[in-house]
């Protein structure tokens, strides 16, 4: 998750870089971009508790699975026994633990991937416009 939050503001920086120019010196600063790294390390820590306090790596098999004899070894529910998969304690943890996964995915997949591809074309665009980028691509 720290890698796609990073990437995303490299992302921004970019495109600030080549959209305003001479007011990205200004603006993107050694502090202000070490605040943002630290403001996103923060962020990725503080969402990774219930991670740690809910989820242990453990093996396990999966429902689907669990004839054949191939165990995987990943993050389960603490409540779970390593080859069974029971119901959590309490219906308001499982809610919460499908709000949190949902919030993660999110985050990680479905938001930063759309907004970095809509960037990135966004920059090739702006600079394929660019004739002074253009013209010694031309002469052969």
Request: charged residues 15%; aromatic residues 14%.
């Amino acid at each position: 998750m720290g890698s796609t939050l990073i990437t995303l503001a490299i992302t921004f920086e970019r495109l600030t870089v080549v959209f305003k120019p001479l007011q990205a010196h200004s603006m993107i600063t050694f502090g202000r971009t070490k605040r943002l790294v630290i403001l996103i390390c923060s962020f990725i820590v503080i969402f990774s508790v219930p991670m740690f306090t809910y989820y242990i790596f453990a093996e396990h098999t999966t429902p689907y699975d669990s004839t054949s004899n191939t165990c995987y070894y990943g993050f389960v529910p603490k409540n779970q026994e390593s080859n069974r998969h029971s119901r959590s304690v309490s219906p308001l943890i499982d809610s919460v633990v499908k709000v949190y996964d949902a919030v993660f995915v999110s985050l990680v997949c479905y938001i930063p991937l759309p907004i970095v591809t809509v960037a990135n074309v966004a920059l090739l665009i702006k600079v394929l416009l660019n004739k002074r980028f253009i013209t010694p691509w031309l002469k052969f």
